[in-house]
């Protein structure tokens, strides 16, 4: 069924809350903020998630057949906050999605990506 795109939803930012030196950043890095359009804050949550690359999505796979979509940040309730954005900039209707953010195409760490060891 394809999705409907007279809907009217609301704008949602998730905004980093966690410190930079929290531990649950090691499992993935903080993508900034994130402006989605979604139903509810949990579906604010679900969409950003759904837009980040998932392992299925490279050609590096920890598994045949193993999504990692839900160990994304955005879901981490201590990582991300959801906040209503009621500014007006965005409109409220059209398709469920991203609207500003995540903008790296891959958001996973690379053993090149790290710093060399001292």
Do not use: C
Not at 43 to 68: N, Y
Not at 95 to 115: I, K
């Amino acid at each position: 069924m394809p999705e409907q795109t007279d809907e009217v939803l609301r704008i949602y930012r998730l905004v980093p809350d966690a410190a930079e030196t929290d531990p649950n950043w090691d499992l993935a890095a903080p993508a900034g903020e994130v402006v989605v359009r979604a139903r509810s804050p949990a579906d604010a949550r679900i969409v950003a998630a759904q837009a980040e690359t998932d392992f299925l999505d490279l050609p590096a796979k920890p598994g045949d057949g193993v999504s990692t979509s839900f160990a994304s940040a955005f879901r981490d309730d201590k990582l991300y906050r959801v906040i209503e954005d009621d500014s007006g900039i965005y409109p409220r209707t059209g398709p469920r999605g991203v609207l500003e953010g995540l903008t790296r195409p891959d958001p996973l760490l690379h053993a090149a990506d790290e710093p060399p060891e001292d």
